[in-house]
């Protein structure tokens, strides 16, 4: 860490200090459990002056705007790397929502920041937007896929309500899991063990089993409206 004034100063003459913020906000985040640091916080850690926070964030909001950016930049990496390409639809559906479980799992940090710090919907930018629902795009994507597959009439809004609904429930199964509730209420209910989801495996299949389920409903749903 720079120690020195005279030696940050000479650091960061090149327009260094706003990737230096960044890189010391997510590292903070990383390293407290997902927690935001303060701007005055930040400039003692990065070891320059509060007016130099400033100049690159007005405030607060437009620091967690810009570590929400880059944290989602990295949560689409890691879909890339992890999503396979598969010509089922359905497959594919499920790889991305446990992608989305072993993201939580190996950046738990930077999951429980992006989906609990929230910021006014004024703060909004075009990029924010683009990056943040780059996943449930395809996600959408998806369902419509598995419509057509079936050759099944649909309306925007069943597609949408399908995506959300199976984002929602996966979110609550995801975080109610990784926090420890689950495995809490099933063992002071004394309910069968495999029920704490206390393996990676059993999370995995109850993810599978959910958006299977889920599909199922779709296509019944929709065979049932055929027939009328």
């Known amino acids: 860490m720079l120690t020195d004034p005279l030696e940050t100063s000479t650091s960061y003459h090149h327009g260094n200090v706003k ?12 390293s407290n ?3 935001m640091i303060s701007l005055r916080g930040l400039s003692k850690q990065v070891g320059v002056t509060p007016s130099a926070v400033y100049n690159h964030f007005a405030d607060k909001n437009a620091l967690m705007l810009a570590i929400k950016i880059r944290l989602y930049e990295e949560f689409n990496e890691f879909y890339g790397r992890h ?17 989305y479980y072993h993201f939580s799992r190996e950046f738990p940090a930077q999951f429980r920041f992006l989906f609990s710090a929230s910021l006014p919907m004024e703060w909004s930018t075009t990029e924010a937007v683009d990056v943040s629902c780059r996943c449930i795009v395809r996600a959408r994507g998806l369902v419509l896929a598995i419509y ?10 069943e597609v949408v309500n399908a995506t959300l609904l199976i984002w ?10 990784n926090s420890g509730l689950i495995a809490a209420a099933v063992s002071h209910q004394d309910w069968p063990a495999r029920c704490a989801l206390g393996e990676d495996s059993e999370v995995e299949n109850l993810i599978e089993d959910h958006v299977q389920i889920m599909i199922e409903g779709m296509l019944s749903s929709s065979h049932g409206k055929s027939k009328h």
């Open 19 to 30: 990737e230096a913020l960044l890189d010391a906000a997510r590292a903070h985040i990383e």
């Open 33 to 35: 459990d997902g927690k």
């Open 83 to 99: 999503c396979k390409e598969s010509r089922d639809p359905a497959k594919s559906l499920i790889q991305m929502c446990l992608t």
């Open 148 to 157: 057509n597959k079936y050759k099944l009439q649909c309306s925007e809004e």
């Open 168 to 177: 929602s429930q996966l979110h609550g199964i995801v975080t109610l899991r």
